[in-house]
């Protein structure tokens, strides 16, 4: 059945009952569902692949997120891209991602290295990131942060989005602009692979 020949069947009954109230209420019900339930799917869709809320929980991307944790609760909330969010990396950008030590964790951390990168880990070696990973750290250092020098390089395949946004709290709302932040780890310890071929 079409779904507007079981809309008008549902009305029609409605007319047909009158005054039987448990009937009436039950197509109300239905009703109800029917026009909200059918933005479930849309919504979940949304979420899944093209954008979502990501909390910042945590030290690791202090003090570029979450500036006063150690004085409040309050953590930052900021919009998380997921389309295309694996393609067109760049250093500096903030990625969420799967915890590669924990697969129900999701992390947030600064990409630092890209593929074909030789990185300088914080304990002074070197470490090349293979095609189809990236090297991410978190700004807290290695005592606030979780990342790429305990777990290695990640696939990229583990980022779920991009945070492009801080939405809350309001007074720092506005577009997170990566590309204009210091972080000295992205210039002085990543470098190009030479080609020899």
Not at 30 to 46: E, K
Not at 100 to 110: A, M, T
Request: charged share 20%.
């Amino acid at each position: 059945m079409a779904l507007g020949s079981a809309w008008a069947w549902m009305r029609g009954s409605a007319s047909r009952v009158g005054s039987n109230r448990p009937f009436a209420l039950g197509l109300q019900t239905a009703r109800y569902l029917l026009q909200y339930g059918l933005w479930l799917p849309v919504i979940a869709y949304v979420k899944a692949n093209v954008a979502d809320l990501a909390w910042i929980k945590g030290p690791s991307m202090y003090p570029f997120f979450n500036p006063q944790f150690n004085q409040t609760l309050r953590q930052d909330v900021c919009l998380s891209v997921k389309w295309n969010a694996q393609d067109k990396l760049e250093r500096g950008m903030i990625v969420e991602f799967w915890a590669p030590h924990d697969p129900n964790k999701i992390s947030v951390k600064r990409v630092i290295g890209l593929e074909g990168d030789i990185i300088r880990t914080r304990k002074g070696s070197f470490v090349h990131v293979p095609q189809g990973y990236i090297w991410v750290e978190g700004d807290g250092g290695a005592s606030l942060s979780r990342d790429s020098n305990n777990y290695g390089p990640i696939s990229r395949r583990l980022i779920r989005g991009r945070l492009t946004r801080i939405l809350y709290p309001f007074h720092r709302a506005g577009r997170i602009r990566w590309e204009e932040h210091e972080h000295a780890s992205i210039h002085q310890r990543a470098q190009r692979a030479p080609r020899f071929w």
